[in-house]
């Protein structure tokens, strides 16, 4: 079965501090692997994508990594700032060719950033 | 500005009183679904459609319905609501397909007595 599972489930932060979220998966084949970031009360908003074949990807202070061989993403936060107090959705796309129409979503990790 | 919005964003309501959830995106995507946010579950996608007059189930599609006959706009339909859909409800559009970004509404915050 097609899963995403993200660790922990939350973390409390000291504002200035960095920190690191991961997201296992099992999708498989896969066309791309995208973080999403949830403040309370709103829409989920793409801040990184990556396809198959990248390894890093940055977006300001958020750095996304992918190892496609032990299908493994990891969001890193650099500096934190009490905005970036919020949810983080790791969400991956199946393989065009498999004509899927469904994403999978991880359950997220619900960063807490305090002064 | 290029947005997905919705409405209501907050409805409380009784078991069995019909309600529409309104969507509309302004950026001629073609993609467009719901999903429900419930705790600990994540997301779960209730219908998509791929265009105009086509839609399909997602992966909890018993209680809803949908309908798309202009692009912009995909409402939401509960017939008779029940209190297990008491939940947080997003519509979400892309330019062609689901492997692109999705584009989320602000969410309507479902209770059902």
């Known amino acids: 079965k097609n899963q995403v599972e993200q660790s922990p489930q939350s973390l409390i932060i000291l504002e200035g501090k960095n920190c690191t979220l991961q997201?296992?998966?099992?999708?498989?084949?896969?066309?791309?692997l995208r973080w999403y970031k949830q403040d309370t009360g709103r829409g989920p908003v793409s801040l990184t994508i990556m396809t198959f074949s990248e390894n890093t990807k940055s977006n300001g202070r958020y750095t996304a990594t992918l190892d496609a061989d032990t299908k493994q993403s990891s969001l890193h936060i650099t500096a934190s700032q009490l905005s970036d107090s919020a949810s983080y959705i790791c969400?991956?796309?199946?393989?065009?060719?498999?004509?899927?129409?469904?994403?999978?979503f991880g359950t997220g990790t619900r960063l807490t950033v305090i002064p | 500005e290029a947005q997905v919005t919705q409405n209501p964003r907050y409805l409380i309501t009784v078991t069995g009183k019909k309600l529409t959830v309104t969507c509309s995106q302004n950026m001629n995507h073609e993609y467009m679904s719901w999903y429900r946010q419930d705790p600990g579950l994540g997301l779960r996608q209730i219908y998509y459609?791929?265009?105009?007059?086509?839609?399909d189930k997602g992966d909890v599609p018993e209680g809803y319905k949908v309908s798309r006959k202009e692009k912009r706009n995909f409402p939401l339909i509960l017939e008779s609501p029940s209190p297990n859909q008491t939940s947080l409800y997003f519509c979400a559009s892309s330019l062609f397909a689901v492997y692109n970004e999705q584009f989320f509404g602000p969410g309507t915050r479902l209770t059902v007595l």
């Open positions: 969400v991956v796309s199946p393989r065009e060719q498999t004509g899927a129409n469904n994403l999978f």
């Open positions: 459609s791929m265009n105009v007059e086509v839609t």
């Open positions: 997201c296992n998966y099992t999708v498989s084949p896969f066309s791309n």
